[in-house]
């Protein structure tokens, strides 16, 4: 039986990618810094994330889903603590993680780490400029990633979704959430379990000749 580890697994993208892995017959563990995970965990602290990897990996899988979705507001009034936070939180959280597990999978040569980026990482979203900047830079992390570990035997990919219903998205003001389906061609938002498909394939031997590679999941909202 394979191990995985989700971040943020609380709730939303990381709750549903959980289940889904458990279903396919992973043994999955779920950090977040909110209740309802098997641990908390800060991915933004590497000590935490070093000293709970030691104690309950190796793990065969990982799935980067926690994230924050920063400051809605203009730029030129987005607060440097907040920026920092949500750079902090979403990129360099996934640095942690990702470094963390990846010399136990390299030994076993075998792995896969399935990164949760964004739409807004691709397209910009206006007025989420630092949460935009953070899963662009969680794009092209992973395509370095993938490209230089092409023939260990890890394969690293990551998923850019549009609007999902989520916890995290349902403080979303009404106005704005409207704005975002409308772009959406099939104009609903999606579901969590959709994503979690997704995800369980990456994270299984089906997904064999894909790395570096940024899968869509926006309802034909891509332009790319």
């Known amino acids: 039986m394979r ?6 697994g609380a709730s939303g993208l990381g709750a549903a990618c959980a289940l889904r892995l458990r279903d396919a017959g992973h043994s999955v563990t779920t950090i977040d810094r909110a ?11 590497r000590a935490e ?3 709970f990897v030691a104690e309950h990996g190796p793990f065969d899988v990982l799935v980067n889903s926690a994230g924050v979705v920063g400051p809605n507001t203009d730029f030129v009034d987005v607060p440097t603590d907040a920026w920092e936070r949500t750079i902090e939180v979403n990129l360099t959280g996934t640095f942690h993680t990702c470094q963390a597990v990846l010399p136990r999978m390299l030994e076993r040569g075998w792995g896969r ?8 990482g691709m397209e910009g979203n206006p007025r989420l400029t630092a949460y935009s900047a953070s899963k662009a830079a969680v794009i092209g992390l992973t395509k370095a990633l993938g490209k230089e570990l092409a023939t260990s035997g890890v394969l690293v990919n990551a998923i850019a979704p549009a609007v999902i219903e989520t916890p995290m998205n349902a403080t979303t003001h009404p106005d704005v959430l409207a704005t975002l ?8 938002l999606g579901r969590a379990e959709e994503v979690a498909e997704l995800v369980s394939w990456l994270a299984s031997d089906a997904c064999s000749f894909s790395t570096g590679a940024v899968y869509d999941i926006s309802g034909g909202r891509a332009s790319y």
Do not use: H, Q, Y
């Not at 780490?113 to 807004?120: F, L, P, T």
């Not at 389906?181 to 609903?188: A, F």
């Open 113 to 120: 780490i399935v990164n949760i980026a964004s739409i807004a």
């Open 3 to 8: 191990k995985a580890l989700v971040t943020g």
């Open 49 to 51: 994330i070093e000293a």
């Open 181 to 188: 389906v409308e772009k959406i061609p099939m104009k609903r």
């Open 35 to 45: 209740e309802g995970a098997d641990a908390s965990v800060d991915v933004t602290r």
